[in-house]
């Protein structure tokens, strides 16, 4: 089972930022957090992960909370390509005994 | 650099017959991954490979399904025979050096 949950859906106005939401209570000491994205009929593509401290790429922000049972992902200037569902994961470092798994996901609507 | 390829992208059998999917990873990616979602279902772990040996296979759903990946480049899963539960999106990802993974596009399967 997916030990994190999110909303099931939200939606936000191009241009705008889109602040997606994730718990994860029971996260390990070794565990990082994860987001990835699955755009309508593609593969799932990764965009950030993090342990502890907040993190930025070309893609997105991660903001991860101190004591690191809940984060953020946050989209600065949302498009409609941005539309999918984002799934925020809890895994250990990828590698030689890690796997994602995967829960529900979070549908991002991009509005015009 | 070339992403994870799959082939095919779609591929529709009978019940009872045999299909094998395969996956090129990036290039010089010892971790492989097999993913799948069946239809209004979660994503799914299914195996890990790391250079040509099975390092977590847990998650795959019987001995109709069979991984290999000879010489640790691309990778084929065979189900014999398919069955109806079968259908879905079987995904395949690589990684390396515990970064995130990329996925390829996915194939899907329709078992009739």
């Known amino acids: 089972d997916a030990k994190t949950t999110q909303p099931p859906s939200m939606d936000c106005a191009e241009g705008r930022a889109a602040n997606l939401p994730c718990n994860h209570s029971?996260?390990?000491?070794?565990?990082?957090v994860y987001w990835y994205r699955q755009i309508h009929s593609q593969g799932p593509q990764y965009i950030i992960h993090?342990?502890?401290n907040n993190e930025t790429n070309e893609m997105a922000s991660l903001i991860i909370t101190e004591d690191r049972k809940s984060s953020t992902l946050i989209l600065p200037h949302a498009t409609l390509r941005d539309t999918a569902v984002y799934y925020c994961?809890?895994?250990?470092?990828?590698?030689?005994?890690?796997?994602?798994?995967f829960g529900k996901g979070i549908t991002l609507s991009v509005r015009p | 650099e070339a992403g994870v390829t799959q082939f095919p992208s779609h591929s529709v059998i009978e019940k009872g017959q045999t299909v094998t999917l395969r996956c090129d990873p990036i290039?010089?990616?010892?971790?492989l991954y097999w993913y799948r979602r069946v239809m209004g279902k979660e994503i799914k772990f299914l195996l890990h490979?790391?250079?040509?040996?099975?390092?977590?296979e847990s998650g795959m759903p019987n001995n109709r399904f069979l991984a290999e990946r000879t010489g640790g480049t691309y990778s084929t899963l065979k189900v014999q025979p398919a069955e109806l539960e079968d259908s879905g999106v079987y995904f395949c990802?690589?990684?390396?050096?515990?970064?995130?993974?990329?996925f390829g596009s996915g194939t899907r399967l329709t078992v009739v």
């Open positions: 994961i809890v895994s250990a470092w990828p590698g030689a005994n890690s796997k994602l798994t």
């Open positions: 993090g342990l502890k």
């Open positions: 290039s010089g990616h010892d971790n």
């Open positions: 490979f790391v250079k040509e040996s099975k390092q977590d």
């Open positions: 029971t996260i390990s000491g070794n565990e990082y």
């Open positions: 990802a690589s990684s390396q050096d515990g970064y995130g993974y990329t």
